[in-house]
């Protein structure tokens, strides 16, 4: 049954705002009545067949099983008319608004040391592979909406914004299955390994598309050359090849001056999985390089990191609690 938005409205007890539609969810944003925070967003199944709210079942779990300030908080499921909403801290765009404008090489750094935390925090937890990392499911939140005053005149604009990974509905799917479950993953952003006909038989995709994503958030350009705006539509540029033949055997064009993070992407664009550098590696050339370019800025970030970092440690994500009206 489709629940009409009139019911949706006072399930929520607020008005929905906006949707979005992915590939397997929808999206509610939805500006509360009465209650903080102001807006909240809930997500849903797109098709109502046994299997996928099963699988959507799945992904609310792998979701809350993740402790990590770098990932989108999930409060609870809200059980409407027999349909799971998982009700979710409400985002304020994503990655993908960024990278289609000029980013400054603060901002870029300040994201991606976000981004690659958030990565080490699922690593930790039971998400061994996200599958489907790229900017759409990056989510941020403009802290400045909330803190008045913030951030101080006197740093970047770049660190009011906190990025978090969402999307789970892939991940861990070749945990599952070693064989279909390869698959998943837009075309830009695919590693070698996720295609049906690869021989490759180690897995490590998230690092693949993490490469991708540092060399569009410092050269505003994909590694095959295309501009960011031009792989980040709906339907990307076309490339001579295919999506395919890039990532096996293409040219990995990366235009950064710094030799030690030009030779991190591209060691992470590897076409062997084993080959491509651990999470930590990459965030301490990160570190470094930032520290060494911008001080003032890259102190600013660690305390920021540090601090709200502080609060999350130590403490067990609980059973997720079902709502029902
Ligand atoms: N918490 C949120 N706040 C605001 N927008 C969101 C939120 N979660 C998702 N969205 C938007 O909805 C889109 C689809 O959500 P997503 O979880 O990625 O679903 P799918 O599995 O269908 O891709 C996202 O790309 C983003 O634009
Ligand atoms: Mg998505």
């Known amino acids: 049954m489709k629940i009409p938005q009139s019911v949706l409205n006072l399930a929520f007890q607020g008005n929905i705002k906006n949707e979005f539609s992915g590939n397997s969810g929808k999206v509610y944003l ?8 102001k807006y909240i967003a809930y997500k849903s199944c797109k098709e109502l067949s046994e299997h996928s709210l099963e699988l959507f079942k799945e992904e609310v779990l792998k979701w809350n099983s993740i402790n990590s300030r770098y990932t989108v908080p ?14 979710m801290r409400a985002c304020d765009g994503s990655l993908e608004d960024f990278l289609k404008k000029k980013i400054s090489e603060v901002a870029a750094f300040n994201y991606s040391l976000q981004i690659i935390k ?7 937890s039971s998400i061994k592979h996200h599958q489907d990392f790229n900017p759409q499911n990056i989510l941020f939140e403009d802290l400045s909406r909330k803190w008045v005053g913030f951030p101080p ?37 695919k590693a070698p390994e996720q295609y049906k006909e690869s021989e490759i038989t180690n897995f490590s995709p998230d690092k693949f598309s993490l490469g991708v994503l540092l060399c569009l958030l410092f050269t505003s350009k994909h590694p095959c050359g295309h501009s960011a705006s031009q792989v980040l539509k709906k339907n990307p540029k076309k490339l001579k090849t295919s999506w395919e033949t890039w990532a096996k055997e293409g040219q990995r064009i990366i235009d950064i001056s710094d030799s030690k993070l030009n030779d991190l992407i591209l060691r992470l664009l590897s076409v062997e999985p084993l080959c491509r550098p651990s999470y930590e590696e ?8 930032y520290k060494d370019k911008y001080t003032n800025d890259f102190e600013t970030s660690m305390f920021y990191i540090d601090y709200f970092d502080k609060q999350h440690m130590d403490w067990p994500r609980e059973e997720l609690k079902v709502r029902v009206n």
């Open 30 to 37: 939805v500006e509360n009545n009465a209650a903080v925070p």
């Open 74 to 87: 999930i409060y609870y499921i809200h059980l409407i008319c027999g349909e799971y909403y998982a009700c």
């Open 118 to 124: 958030g990565l080490i925090d699922l690593d930790r």
């Open 282 to 289: 990459c965030i301490e050339c990160i570190k470094k390089l």
């Open 153 to 189: 005149g006197n740093i970047d604009s770049s660190h009011r914004y906190r990025m978090m990974i969402s999307d789970f509905a892939m991940s861990n799917y070749y945990i599952k299955d070693q064989v279909a479950g390869k698959s998943g993953g837009k075309f830009p952003f």
